[in-house]
């Protein structure tokens, strides 16, 4: 089955997820000034963006054209964002094959139960840590992009280098990222706690653990 036949579930693998990060994190999203807007950034920028065809065809060209126009830990942090959405879009078809073979898809849902079955069968479990890890690093960057002085000129030569090579959907993603930030005045307790609970998450499905959906 090619990745064309797995996109409908992959994307039914993504709003599931996005389900349970708003349970998972519904106290902190609940109590906490701007971290009402996190689950939606995670679905429409990070995992899920709508034009995520040009944003996987062009973030490679664009980031050998960064080379040239921004810094090193800028570039980094972008490269980060690259890798990010490579792995997490491996992990999410691995899944979605899952549910196709173990018929855990129910009307286009897949129920929550089903989801952590489906995690626990693909494995994996390296590369989700490192998804964990990489996913609070990007989390900082835009948290600390939204505190630089003078953002918009540090974010020219990257929108000139994005427009060059059709890469336009990552400066979305990252004025999104901004955006999101400048409303909150400290994201670390949610970066904490996100590193934090899907570790734990992950222990338990490395045990085989039952997880309460």
Not at 8 to 21: C, G, Q, W, Y
Not at 154 to 168: H, Q
Not at 179 to 205: A, M, W
Request: proline share 3%.
């Amino acid at each position: 089955m090619d990745q064309k036949e797995l996109e409908p579930v992959r994307i039914a693998v993504v709003r599931s997820t996005i389900d349970r990060l708003r349970h998972t994190y519904s106290d902190l999203i609940g109590s906490i000034k701007g971290y009402d807007g996190i689950p939606s950034f995670f679905e429409n920028n990070l995992y899920a963006p709508s034009n995520k065809e040009e944003r996987d065809s062009a973030l490679e060209s664009l980031y050998e054209k960064l080379k040239t126009v921004a810094g090193k830990s800028m570039t980094d942090n972008i490269h980060q964002i690259i890798l990010l959405n490579r792995m997490t879009d491996s992990l999410d078809f691995d899944t979605a094959k899952v549910v196709i073979e173990n018929n855990l898809i129910e009307d286009g849902f897949i129920p929550q139960e089903g989801l952590y079955a489906a995690l626990g069968a693909v494995g994996r479990f390296e590369d989700r840590k490192e998804q964990i890890r990489m996913v609070g690093e990007t989390l900082k960057f835009f948290f600390s992009l939204s505190k630089l002085p003078m953002v918009k000129l540090i974010m020219a030569p990257i929108k000139v280098a994005a427009s060059m090579v059709g890469a336009t959907s990552l400066v979305d993603t990252m004025e999104a990222g901004y955006n999101l930030s400048t409303k909150i005045k400290d994201l670390q307790p949610f970066i904490d706690s996100f590193v934090d609970r899907e570790n734990r998450l992950l222990g338990k499905l490395i045990n085989g653990e039952k997880i309460d959906a």
